[in-house]
């Protein structure tokens, strides 16, 4: 283009206006060439609200919310058959990558056959999810299935799928891409734009359409000096996940420079952009320099890709020199962080954004254990904050109390997917085995690898040995613990914990700790490095100061201290450049496609449609298109809509649509019990996203949920008419039976989490009309957009209980003929202290609005295929 202000333009908003360019050439229909113009004057439209469109070059996914998605095809499909189109138009247009890593659980933990247990168990709950997968890789085009066992999604991406730049049809141009996961982001580690949506939007991007957005600012972080010897990449990303949290970046892109960006590994840089949902950011970025060179080359791409990435990305100015300050870009705000002033530490009991340094998380338990109930409390009564109980387990004399830790899990991509802090966890497991210390017998144990990479080098290192011997072996490739699919405690300890209302914990490396979703009965979960994983699984409680008290005492009754037991990082480096190597990649990688025996033996229809059954309680005919007609029908009013729940702040997707294990007094429960399905198949709210009967009574039914109309955690709801409390399922029915839309009252941060789109068809399922909150986290208002529910918002300075709404009203709302992005919006309100208040549109692009019309972009995009 030879403009000048492509220099002074972000890295990331580069690789934008690259995309702009090709696509206004190859896509001129949906890419115009006022986009190309709109992100060359960036520096002017970032703070304007201007919308641009951007093509990503693949999609990828994980199968909680991969299986759905690929449901919503099917459907899709079949509803263009009904319209009159040609139903083979439903088909991918950029390459789909599906990694299944959700499903597995952790049932046994502890034993060597732990991982051969839960990978068969893997496949006995989940045979049909499975087969209906492997029907998706054949129905539609583009679409590659990484089978059950090979690791986690954003690893396997970051080790494997991710391509650095593409080279297609004799055209090089930069990766990029979008995931129906919010952790999609740690692929910016590698240079990488690409961010993580709901799958409705994954969905549309798949079949050609384009992604609006608004351009987004960007907030430069720069990093100067080096972290210290005591501090780990994991206590580096809690820091950043607390500052930036602090100051706002939700909407944004983060961009990391400085020359403290140069003393960090490449695996450092993914464990901060894995993060980036928990900052509240839209992408975390790193643009590609050196270091990423060296670790594509570690991680078996071959010589050849790697020059033409070097050579391309210099060529289009997207290489980086980290410690050339001239070549800083322009940003509309900057942080800086000395890496220096790092320190241990964890977050939690409930956000990971609440930072707590290693050294006063004793204080800090103690402190939420009385503070009153929220994020940073608990409510227990001072008299019961030392509450002791003593039981016999497996043959032996056990105390819990508030503060043991009940769960120790190394999991999740964050930082199973970084050699430091996992040989930095084995060393010190390595140190604690040779002093004689043991794990507590009350501890559930795991490791999960991102992986299998991960056993290579913990197995070369011979420190795969001392992992075990305290209880961490191998129990799958996979989210587990993360994702919740923690599996069930130990019966004896679950009794003790529920009969004694003990907050017991939960220490996991992973990047969520939200209520409920760790385990059902661990109240308080902490994010934290693997090394400290380690470490509170030997202490057994929160409440420990391992400044001045011991971990333990070895076998010569002598105190034993952490930092004893702590590598140095000389000692880690060692044993990461003797012990990590290239041929592990390669050796993992050649067959990560070709899956075990168990999925080779799935046998998947041939057929173009799905043969769907009404027997399934895990694959089933959505109703979301089956009534749509050819012509739209807008919903621009709702008339006396009841009040389904009134919420308060950063309601996650985890509370209105839950991951984990299905509660045996659910609704959903019973629909599977009335199926015949028996308890132990219930399998988890996960697994059971392609059905949607299941799904609509799942919305809500976190137990956690607390809902100011019921004033205490529960998922339940009152009905307004009857005055009765009931599940939040139940009480849709009897208001949809009643022919009586809905709405919902929110807070600040509503929908903050997961990316998961049933957090909005949920809703949609249960009549909900309109959702009327503080804020909202990005991705679930797209969510609630592009199916097509009404996001409205206070406005500035106001909430529900600034202005006298108790929820017990009833409320209209009409959009009129004119919907216009971001417009004032009058809401009626019949039975309150107030006649009515203006909220704001959250329908914030022309492209949503035509979305929105059309009952959604799915329906949109039917439409476009048959009309």
């Not at 503060?403 to 390595?430: D, E, H, K, Q, Y």
């Not at 799935?602 to 173009?608: E, F, K, Q, R």
């Not at 399934?616 to 089956?626: D, M």
């Not at 709404?805 to 971001?822: A, H, N, R």
């Amino acid at each position: 283009l030879n403009d000048s202000r492509i220099e002074k333009l972000p890295f990331a908003i580069r690789v934008l206006l690259e995309s702009a360019v090709r696509n206004s050439h190859v896509d001129p229909d949906f890419v115009k060439e006022e986009d190309v113009n709109k992100i060359l004057d960036w520096e002017k439209n970032s703070t304007q609200g201007v919308e641009v469109a951007f093509k990503p070059a693949r999609v990828l996914m994980q199968d909680f919310t991969g299986v759905p998605a690929v449901v919503d095809l099917a459907a899709m499909r079949d509803a263009v058959k009904r319209l009159g189109g040609d139903p083979n138009t439903i088909n991918p247009s950029v390459p789909v990558d599906l990694v299944i890593d959700h499903s597995v659980q952790v049932d046994k933990f502890g034993t060597d056959d732990a991982l051969e247990f839960n990978l068969k168990r893997e496949f006995e709950r989940n045979k049909e999810r499975f087969t209906f997968l492997k029907w998706g890789a054949k129905a539609f085009n583009d679409l590659t299935i990484v089978p059950p066992g090979a690791g986690i999604v954003h690893q396997v991406n970051l080790e494997y799928l991710g391509r650095g730049v593409f080279e297609r049809e004799g055209l090089l141009y930069p990766d990029s891409l979008v995931g129906t996961d919010s952790h999609t982001p740690m692929i910016n580690g590698l240079g990488i734009v690409g961010w993580g949506v709901g799958g409705i939007e994954a969905e549309a991007v798949m079949l050609g359409q384009p992604i609006s957005m608004v351009l987004p600012q960007v907030v430069g972080y720069k990093f100067v000096g080096k972290l210290p010897p005591t501090a780990t990449a994991t206590d580096l990303v809690l820091v950043i996940a607390k500052n930036l949290r602090a100051k706002g970046v939700v909407g944004k892109f983060v961009e990391f420079f400085g020359p403290g960006v140069a003393s960090l590994s490449l695996a450092d840089r993914a464990t901060i952009s894995n993060m980036t949902p928990e900052f509240g950011a839209t992408i975390g970025y790193f643009p590609t320099d050196e270091q990423t060179l060296e670790y594509l080359r570690l991680t078996g791409r071959d010589e050849r890709k790697v020059a033409y990435i070097e050579a391309y990305l210099r060529a289009q100015n997207l290489f980086r020199d980290y410690n050339n300050e001239a070549s800083d870009p322009v940003f509309n705000d900057t942080l800086e962080l000395d890496l220096s002033t790092v320190v241990p530490c964890l977050a939690g009991p409930k956000r990971p954004h609440d930072y707590i340094p290693l050294d006063t998380m004793k204080d800090d338990f103690k402190a939420c254990l009385s503070n009153k109930v929220g994020f940073k409390g608990y409510g227990i009564p001072e008299d019961q904050c030392d509450k002791s109980v003593e039981f016999d387990f497996d043959g032996e004399k056990t105390e819990l109390k508030h503060g043991s830790v009940v769960i120790a899990a190394i999991t999740s991509c964050t930082n199973t997917s970084n050699p430091s802090v996992m040989i930095a966890a084995g060393l010190l497991a390595r140190n604690a085995v040779k002093r004689g210390l043991k794990v507590k017998n009350y501890v559930k144990t795991s490791l999960a690898p991102g992986s299998n990479v991960v056993t290579q080098y913990l197995k070369k290192s011979d420190l795969l040995p001392s992992l075990k011997e305290l209880g961490f072996n191998i129990v799958g490739y996979g989210c587990t613990t993360c994702i919740g699919n923690s599996g069930p405690l130990p019966e004896a300890v679950a009794e003790v914990i529920d009969a004694n209302d003990l907050v017991c914990c939960g220490v996991l490396s992973g990047n969520r700790n939200f209520e409920g979703r760790i385990h059902s009965q661990v109240r308080a979960n902490y994010l934290a490095s693997p090394p400290l994983v380690v470490a509170y699984a030997l202490a057994g409680t929160t409440l420990i100061n391992f400044e001045d008290e011991p971990i333990g005492v070895d076998a010569d009754g002598k105190e034993v201290f952490l930092k004893e037991l702590w590598p140095s990082s000389e000692e880690i480096s060692q044993t990461i450049q003797a012990n990590v190597l290239r041929e592990f990649f390669t050796d993992v990688y050649k067959s990560v496609t070709s899956g075990t025996e168990e999925w080779n033996s799935l046998n998947a229809p041939n057929d173009a449609l799905y043969p769907w059954s009404d027997e399934s309680t895990y694959i089933h005919h959505p109703p979301f298109f089956q009534s749509m007609e050819k012509e739209i029908d807008p919903v621009t009013t709702v008339e006396k809509a009841a009040c389904l729940l009134n919420v308060g702040d950063s309601i996650t997707t985890d509370h209105i649509s839950p991951a984990g294990s299905i509660s045996i007094r659910s609704p959903a429960a019973r629909y599977l019990q009335e199926r015949g399905v028996d308890r132990k198949d219930f399998n988890s709210y996960g697994s059971r996203r392609g059905n949607d009967q299941v799904m609509a009574r799942g919305t809500f039914a976190n137990i956690r949920l607390v809902n100011k109309f019921v004033g205490k955690a529960a998922p339940k709801t009152v009905h307004h008419p009857s005055g009765e409390t009931l599940d939040v399922f139940d009480a849709a029915d009897r208001y949809i039976k009643d022919n009586t839309p809905l709405i919902i009252l929110a807070g600040d941060n509503y929908g903050s989490g997961s990316s998961r789109d049933w957090a909005a068809k949920g809703v949609w399922m249960q009549n909900v009309k309109a959702v009327i909150a503080a804020s909202y986290e990005r991705i679930h208002r797209s969510n609630l957009v592009l199916f097509g529910v009404m996001p409205l918002e206070f406005k500035e300075g106001e909430n529900a209980e600034s202005l006298g709404l108790t929820g017990k009203e009833t409320f209209s709302i009409d959009l009129g003929d004119d919907i216009k992005p971001s417009m004032d919006v009058t809401v009626t309100v019949e039975g309150g202290s107030i006649d009515k208040f203006t909220a704001k549109l959250r329908v914030d692009t022309a492209s949503e609005v035509a979305y929105y019309k059309n009952g959604g972009v799915l329906n949109y995009v039917i439409r476009s295929k048959v009309n």
